[in-house]
């Protein structure tokens, strides 16, 4: 069974910590996504990358980094964690660069809360 | 950016019922995709139309797509409590990013 494991399903971090979130999917995709999700807002994108080494800016990355050192693996850094960024992370991956023509598929999440 | 929009936000129904969920979108699109999630948990991808698709069929879903209006609805029928979760569309635009929607809450009941 294919999967996208994220590494903590809750986390519990204090202001001004950094903190990494890790994801790793076994199914040799291209591309991999971090989401927030927050209630009344849905889904927001963080950061994706199409590529190792490679990254991009999705529609909020202020307050974040990411690494992508190896295919299978994409983190997300929080450099010094603030209440605002207490959310549900998601992370996601997908088979092909172009056309988003394939579902993605979502790990189990991550509730981070910064205290 | 644009963004899928779903209506109703939240829609409540008895088991064996058929539930209808409507997403709007703002810009062009490749495809459109739904997804499931049940509570606290991650995104399930449950179908995807493509711009050149009108309607389309998987078990007991049923998608449609009206790129002249930019919306989608998605039909679940013969509801079950099972089906119980956050509906959300996405819109793909081109590349391999996805826009999603706020999503729906249905809740089915027995």
């Known amino acids: 069974d294919v999967k996208v494991t994220q590494s903590s399903r809750y986390l519990v971090k204090r202001t001004g910590e950094k903190v990494f979130l890790e994801c790793v999917q076994d199914?040799?995709?291209?591309?991999m996504f971090w989401y927030r999700q927050d209630p009344g807002l849905g889904l927001r994108l963080i950061y994706f990358?199409?590529?190792?080494?490679?990254?991009e800016k999705g529609d909020i990355p202020e307050g974040y980094s990411v690494s992508r050192e190896k295919k299978e693996r994409f983190s997300l850094i929080l450099e010094s964690a603030s209440t605002n960024q207490t959310s549900m992370y998601l992370c996601?991956?997908?088979?092909?660069?172009?056309?988003?023509?394939?579902?993605?598929?979502f790990g189990s999440g991550t509730r981070l809360t910064v205290v | 950016s644009q963004q899928g929009e779903e209506d109703p936000q939240a829609l409540s129904i008895q088991e064996g019922e058929n539930a209808t969920m409507n997403c709007s979108y703002k810009?062009?699109?490749?495809?459109l995709q739904w997804y499931r999630q049940n509570s606290g948990r991650g995104l399930v991808h449950l179908i995807l139309?493509?711009?050149?698709?009108r309607e389309k069929h998987s078990g007991r879903l049923r998608v449609t797509l009206d790129t002249s209006k930019k919306s989608s609805s998605l039909l679940i029928t013969a509801s079950r409590a099972a089906d119980t979760a956050s509906y959300f569309c996405?819109?793909?635009?081109?590349?391999?990013?996805?826009?999603f929607g706020k999503g729906t809450m249905l809740l089915v009941s027995p």
């Open positions: 996405a819109a793909n635009s081109g590349y391999s990013t996805l826009t």
């Open positions: 996601a991956s997908s088979p092909r660069r172009t056309g988003g023509a394939d579902g993605y598929t």
């Open positions: 139309i493509r711009s050149n698709e």
């Open positions: 810009t062009s699109i490749n495809n």
């Open positions: 199914m040799d995709h291209e591309n």
């Open positions: 990358s199409y590529d190792v080494k490679m990254k």
